[in-house]
């Protein structure tokens, strides 16, 4: 099993002091994660379409970096695109498609988007729209949760995202199962009342690990989501750690948070 271990996102001020230099400059902050990281979820593409140049500059400030990308907002939660929208998406990222650093699409729907026939259709058609690129699907309803409804994903050439969430939600968490081209496992923190605000215990990481390990022998791709604070780089480094990834500590993290795990 291949496994890279990112963050969802990098670009957050609030991590200044805790994993970035004070004095660091923003456009420097992905040539910092970069030392740390080999993979990156990009996030904010989800509010507004990136464009080619902004693209570029990534790869240009990180030489080895892979990237996923979080579909924008009309593909997933507007759902009223129109096919200008889908070539303006698939413009911007051909420079990541040409170096061979596309990891995949994200498409992250609400939880409100439920299992039914009309639904089922939109995702087909993204299939369709997005057919020549890597692509993967997050659901956040229960009413996904069925053999029939993976076996659907990959004839439609998705990959399927296994979350970790609050389990009293109505959030999905898991379902721990391997859909696809590749693992992709999303980790959003576990307090329903402060969404992406916690920090995991090394013995949560240690299981958690064991649930991605039975996915298979598939790349692996694990990003943490529970960004508020830097918890999710020191949770990102710990599983570097647990899956035998030799990892930097950053000296900013080595006194910051608490239970030094790596020593």
């Known amino acids: 099993m291949k496994v890279y271990v990112g963050c969802s996102g990098f670009s957050y001020e609030e991590w200044r002091g805790v994993f970035y230099p004070h004095d660091l400059r923003r456009e420097e902050f992905i040539i910092y994660y970069s030392r740390f990281f080999n993979v990156l979820e990009l996030n904010f593409s989800f509010y507004s379409f990136p464009s080619k140049g902004t693209v570029k500059s990534f790869l240009s400030r990180s030489k080895y970096l892979r990237f996923s990308l979080k579909a924008h907002r009309i593909f997933t939660h507007i759902r009223h695109y129109k096919s200008e929208d889908v070539k303006k998406i698939l413009f911007s990222i051909e420079p990541v498609l040409e170096e061979d650093r596309f990891i995949a699409m994200l498409f992250q729907f609400p939880e409100s988007f439920h299992r039914t026939q009309e639904n089922l259709e939109y995702i087909r058609k993204l299939s369709e729209d997005f057919r020549d ?131």
Not at 154 to 162: A, C, H, P, T, Y
Not at 170 to 189: A, D, M
Not at 231 to 247: C, D, E, R, S, T
């Open 133 to 263: 690129i890597e692509k993967v699907v997050e659901v956040r309803s229960k009413s996904f949760k069925s053999a029939d409804f993976y076996r659907f994903l990959e004839e439609n050439g998705f990959s399927l995202v296994n979350s970790d969430a609050p389990k009293e939600s109505k959030f999905l968490v898991g379902p721990w199962v391997s859909i696809g081209n590749i693992n992709y496992v999303r980790l959003h923190g576990r307090d329903p009342q402060k969404p992406y605000d916690y920090l995991y215990s090394l013995e949560e990481l240690k299981k958690l690990k064991d649930r991605i390990r039975k996915l298979g022998y598939k790349d692996t791709y694990i990003f943490f989501n529970n960004t508020a604070k830097a918890q999710a780089v020191y949770n990102a480094l710990q599983m570097k750690m647990l899956f035998g990834i030799k990892v930097e500590i950053p000296k900013s993290l080595q006194g910051s948070l608490r239970d030094k795990e790596w020593e």
